[in-house]
């Protein structure tokens, strides 16, 4: 098993990808922590992840609190401290995507998807940068970051940002955290369906379009960035770091 012995904080992981990884990274060994938004439908999809991981015989537990609070990552880190004693590999994944069109972007908007999506994800990987430091022994940061780093979108043009910002910040982390044996890298997934794009997928043409564009012929699913991650989170990656990953059925490179 890839992750025996390690414990794995992941954000966002009630529903999505965030919950393929969690799963995978559980039937690697690996001891998980939840972070969820703590809404009453989150705390539900955590409870029957909790069963799966107990079920693939691992453990989890779980920390509903506002990815967007500079003090969430704290309290992930704390509380995988607590029940299991160590963070070895902290994946930031939580994110909102409200599609909206740039000239009439309410303020709300902007500043919830870049807190949600960065500046609570810079507090929570310095956190566990943090923990890790003081084990000594190391550890594995992962970004979700997308394709969309480094192309752009119409609606998208307050959520772009945030990925490509999370891709640099893994960057400078990678050679920030070197040193302590920390490695950094960023996952960044094409299409794959979930609830973050349910609304934009439902218009067929769009869909169809999005198919057509990917070389492997049909859009992702959340399991899809499961075995990139747990590779990054492994050992079998102890030299891989400020890395980037694209998962994205070859979507990136076809221009035509
Ligand atoms: N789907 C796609 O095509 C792509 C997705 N991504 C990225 O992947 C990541 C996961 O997205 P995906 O699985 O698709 O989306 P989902 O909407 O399925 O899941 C989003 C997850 O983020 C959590 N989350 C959202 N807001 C908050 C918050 N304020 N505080 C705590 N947790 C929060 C949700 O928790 P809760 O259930 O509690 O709301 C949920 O677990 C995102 O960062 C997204 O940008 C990147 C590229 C493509
Ligand atoms: C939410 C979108 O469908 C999805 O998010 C991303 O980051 C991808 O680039 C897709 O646009």
Same mark, same amino acid.
């Given at each position: 098993? $890839?992750?025996?012995?390690?414990?794995?904080?992941?954000?966002?992981?009630?529903?999505?990808?965030?919950?393929?990884? *969690?799963?995978?990274?559980?039937?690697?060994?690996?001891?998980?922590?939840?972070?969820?938004?703590?809404?009453?439908?989150?705390?539900?999809?955590?409870?029957?992840?909790?069963?799966?991981?107990?079920?693939?015989?691992?453990?989890?537990?779980?920390?509903?609190?506002?990815?967007?609070?500079?003090?969430?990552?704290?309290?992930?880190?704390?509380?995988?401290?607590?029940?299991?004693?160590?963070?070895?590999?902290?994946?930031?994944?939580?994110?909102?995507?409200?599609?909206?069109?740039?000239?009439?972007?309410?303020?709300?908007?902007?500043?919830?998807?870049?807190?949600?999506?960065?500046?609570?994800?810079?507090?929570?990987?310095?956190?566990?940068?943090?923990?890790?430091?003081?084990?000594? =022994?190391?550890?594995?940061?992962?970004?979700?970051?997308?394709?969309?780093?480094?192309?752009?979108?119409?609606?998208?043009?307050?959520?772009?940002?945030?990925?490509?910002? $999370?891709?640099?910040?893994?960057?400078?982390? *990678?050679?920030?955290?070197?040193?302590?044996?920390?490695?950094?890298? *960023?996952?960044?997934?094409?299409?794959?369906?979930?609830?973050?794009?349910?609304?934009?997928?439902?218009?067929?043409?769009?869909?169809?379009?999005?198919?057509?564009?990917?070389?492997?012929? =049909?859009?992702?699913?959340?399991?899809?960035?499961?075995?990139?991650?747990?590779?990054?989170?492994?050992?079998?990656?102890?030299?891989?770091?400020?890395?980037?990953?694209?998962?994205?059925?070859?979507?990136?490179?076809? $221009?035509?």
């Amino acid at each position: 098993m $890839l992750l025996a012995d390690k414990t794995v904080i992941i954000t966002g992981a009630s529903r999505g990808i965030g919950r393929a990884i *969690a799963l995978e990274c559980a039937r690697q060994g690996g001891k998980v922590v939840i972070g969820h938004s703590g809404s009453e439908p989150s705390k539900l999809q955590v409870a029957s992840l909790i069963q799966e991981i107990e079920q693939a015989g691992s453990r989890a537990v779980d920390v509903g609190a506002d990815a967007a609070d500079p003090d969430t990552g704290s309290k992930l880190v704390k509380a995988a401290v607590e029940a299991f004693g160590s963070v070895d590999v902290f994946v930031n994944n939580a994110g909102i995507c409200p599609f909206h069109a740039f000239l009439d972007m309410p303020r709300e908007v902007y500043y919830k998807t870049v807190d949600t999506n960065l500046n609570g994800a810079y507090f929570a990987v310095q956190a566990a940068a943090n923990q890790m430091k003081e084990q000594g =022994r190391g550890g594995s940061i992962i970004a979700v970051s997308s394709i969309s780093a480094l192309v752009g979108g119409a609606m998208q043009t307050h959520y772009t940002p945030t990925k490509a910002g $999370l891709l640099s910040l893994m960057q400078s982390c *990678a050679i920030a955290l070197g040193l302590y044996g920390i490695r950094c890298n *960023a996952v960044l997934p094409g299409t794959i369906e979930t609830d973050i794009n349910k609304d934009d997928l439902a218009d067929q043409e769009k869909r169809d379009y999005m198919i057509k564009r990917t070389p492997l012929g =049909r859009l992702g699913e959340p399991d899809d960035l499961a075995g990139p991650v747990v590779f990054l989170a492994s050992d079998m990656a102890r030299y891989v770091t400020g890395a980037s990953l694209l998962v994205d059925g070859g979507m990136f490179v076809n $221009l035509q």
